[in-house]
């Protein structure tokens, strides 16, 4: 097995290396990951300055790559130039700190699944939901789910996104494929005062406890389970094309 490892943590961060240094014992490593955190990066790319390519030693037997770049890039220059051979799998992760519902919009660690995704590869995101940021399980669960992935395939455009409980791997309530349930925030801007006497405001939202149907990888979480949820990208709002194409716009 090939796999080409990126994370949004940057690449010194303990869930990427923990992965990496797991998935060298039994298949190929490349690992291709920011030079620093990255985290909430999204979908973003570089445009307008070039990115750098380091060789970093993580292991005797692992190729690995710090890049200037997102999460976005790091997968789109491993494809595009720093493989050379493609991978069979495209891992993403572990992240510190979950990626539930409508948060892998910001995602860097999901946005580099879905941009592996996006280049025709299989490709999981994988997430400890929160400290402690131990990883042992983590990793234990990214390796069966790689095998079962090589194994069946997945749908062209999709990619899975794992959450995993900060649990050791004995006290998992389970494993169960979910659905991207909600996750609210209550905006909260802490304003403070910096030395030379200007206002600054540094975002820390708190979520807000809501309701989250069985099925979907918020309760998954809550109840102690490893959630897996098949992610694509389907933007076109069906409903509304028909309630559009009722007001027969003319020029
Ligand atoms: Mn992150």
Redesign the pocket.
Known sequence: MRVLIT???GIHASGIQTLAKHFASFATVTVVAPDR????TSHSITLHKPLHVDEVHLGSSIRAYQVNGTPADCVKLALGALCEDAPDLVLSGV???ANLGLDIVY???ASAAAEAVLQGFKAIALSVTKPPFDFTASVRIAENLAHQVIQHGLTADTYLNVNIPPLPYDELKGIVVTRIGVRKYKNAYERRTDPLGRNYYWQAGKIVKVHNEQDTDVHAIEAGKVSVTPVHFDFTNGQSLVTLNSWQLTL
């Open positions: 994370n949004d943590d955190q990255q985290s909430a992240n510190s700190g995602s860097g660690t």
